[in-house]
Structure formats: structure tokens, C-alpha cells
């Protein structure tokens, strides 16, 4: 018994060990690649899109994340106002009608109609992404979480992933806390998912807010590794403010290191409130998080 247990507890730290030293196209520790920060649009300072654009640019941000509402009839206006800058969109936050789960066949048509049409736009933009939620805790009814209902959505996500592939783009499943969503809060939970879906055109993303339900933010990026993560969130870790204005809770060393060692070359999007001036907040926040990139 005493030999069984030293080979069960041998086996077990050697599990542990082989999980935190390798990985598929996992890079060296230290790898120095860039952080590519990106704010969403509504958070952005200015009154105008080209001044919201110069805001970002001027604190070396490379991308922008704009929401899905109406994205159709703004592909020319994004395309003319982002020509000759360096930066470029990074995902679409969501901006469908209806959800993938819904049990009334009406909302479900919206669902199916609205999304691919932000899809469409999503690949005209060189996004990496159109970002989505199977269903928030207040969206009823609901198909009944259960095997049968996970297999229903894996099969709508493959149909929906292989059209985001024919446009050049991608579906990205956000879990979220349980506060927010009853069906899928963990980082794995929608990387499983996304394989399930069988589609290269699924993928997912985490977010430094509702991964508190995470046990840590390198194993859950980890979960997703370099084949499913497409687009971080990430806000202050106490209020859902920018980064910083949470003082010594906002650390998010441990996650930066997960994404430095897989090489992740997308992009770490703002998607929080603001107490302070927004302009010398976000500013604050960029110079933190990139610091904070340098130490991981």
C-alpha cells in the first residue's frame, strides 16, 4: 500500500509538472512578444469616430473593438476612418438579436439572421471575431441545460463556425460569471465546447472579470491554448473599471505569463466603466498593462 501511494503521488506531481512545461506551441517563458491592447468603442474618449481612433492611436493601441448593432451600414465608415493607421478591429462585441438557445423558433430566426449579418460585416473588416454568449441567465425560454442541449449547440456552432470561415472571420464563445450565465463559465468549458463544434471557425476567449470563477487566470488561458483563444477582456478586478482603478487587485501577471509562453498575438480589449477622467484613466491603465507584460 505504501509503494502503491509513493507511485500514485509520484505520478501525480509528474503529471503537474509535464501540464506546466509544455504545450502545444507553447514558447519559452520570457518569450517578449508584443501586447496588442485594443479598447472597445463605447469606452473610447471623443465625439466622433476619427477622434476616437486618434485617442487610441495616440497611446500606441493597435486595435478597436466595435459593437455589432448596425455594423452592416458602418463597413465603409470603419474601412475610410481606419485607412492609413495602425490600428485595425479587433473582435465584434456581440450586437445579435435573439439567442442560439432560445426555444421560441422566432427569437431563434432572429438569432440566426442578425448574427451572420454581423458575421458578413466582421469579415469585411478583418476581424478576428464576432463575440457570443449561448444565453444570459435572464434570456428565457431556454433549452434546458442538459447533454442533449449541449449536442444541439455544438451542431448549430459547427453550422455557424464553417460560415464565419467562408467569411473570413470567426465565432468566439465568452463564458462568463455565474452571475451573468448559467451555461458555460470557464475558460475550458467553452474550449471544449468550441472543439465539440468541430468547426475551425469556432473559437473562444477569456476575460480577466469573469474569470474570477477561474482557480487560476495561466491555467485558464492554458485550458484554451493556442488552437481556441481568439480575444481577451479585461477591466479592473473589484468594480469592472479600467485597469488600475482597482489598486493592488488588478494584477494580471499570472494570465500575461500563459499568454506570452503560447505566443497569443490577438488582442487584450478593454471592456470596463470608468470612475476617474476616461482620457488620464485608460492612459494610466495602458502604461500599467504593459509593465505589468514586461514582469510576466
Not at 444565453?135 to 434546458?144: D, E, S, T, W, Y
Not at 474569470?211 to 493556442?226: I, L
Request: aromatic share 8%; net charge negative; hydrophobic share 35%.
Amino acid at each position: 500500500m505504501a509503494g502503491a501511494a509513493a507511485l500514485a503521488l509520484s505520478s501525480s506531481a509528474f503529471s503537474l509538472t509535464s501540464c506546466s512545461n509544455a504545450g502545444e506551441g507553447k514558447k519559452k517563458a520570457g518569450d517578449s512578444r508584443t501586447l496588442n491592447l485594443s479598447f472597445q468603442e463605447g469606452l473610447t474618449p471623443g465625439q466622433t469616430l476619427k477622434e476616437k481612433l486618434d485617442f487610441i492611436e495616440s497611446l500606441g493601441v493597435t486595435g478597436f473593438e466595435p459593437g455589432g448593432r448596425g455594423l452592416a451600414a458602418r463597413v465603409d465608415e470603419i474601412k475610410n476612418a481606419l485607412e492609413g493607421r495602425m490600428v485595425k478591429v479587433s473582435a465584434i462585441c456581440a450586437g445579435f438579436e435573439g439567442f442560439i438557445l432560445a426555444e421560441d423558433p422566432a427569437v431563434k430566426k432572429l438569432f440566426d439572421t442578425t448574427m451572420r449579418e454581423i458575421i458578413v460585416a466582421a469579415g469585411k473588416l478583418g476581424s478576428t471575431g464576432v463575440i457570443m454568449v449561448p444565453a444570459f441567465n435572464g434570456q428565457k425560454p431556454c433549452k434546458p441545460h442538459t447533454q442533449e442541449t449541449r449536442d444541439y449547440l455544438c451542431e448549430q456552432l459547427h453550422d455557424l463556425g464553417e460560415f464565419a470561415r467562408e467569411n473570413g472571420t470567426t465565432v468566439i464563445l465568452e463564458p462568463l460569471n455565474r452571475g451573468e450565465c448559467f451555461y458555460m463559465r470557464l475558460v475550458a468549458d467553452a474550449a471544449a465546447i468550441a472543439r465539440d463544434a468541430d468547426s475551425e471557425g469556432v473559437k473562444c476567449m477569456g476575460d480577466f472579470w469573469h474569470m474570477k470563477e477561474e482557480t487560476s487566470d495561466y491555467g485558464a488561458f492554458w485550458s484554451a491554448g493556442t488552437k481556441y483563444l481568439q480575444h481577451v477582456h479585461i477591466a479592473s478586478r473589484g468594480r469592472r473599471k479600467t485597469p488600475g482603478e482597482d489598486g493592488p487587485l488588478d494584477n494580471y501577471v499570472d494570465g500575461f505569463r500563459a499568454l506570452k509562453e503560447m505566443g497569443y498575438d490577438k488582442y487584450v480589449s478593454f471592456e470596463c466603466g470608468q470612475v476617474g477622467d476616461p482620457k488620464t484613466v485608460l492612459s494610466a491603465a495602458v502604461d500599467l498593462l504593459r509593465k505589468q507584460w514586461d514582469e510576466a
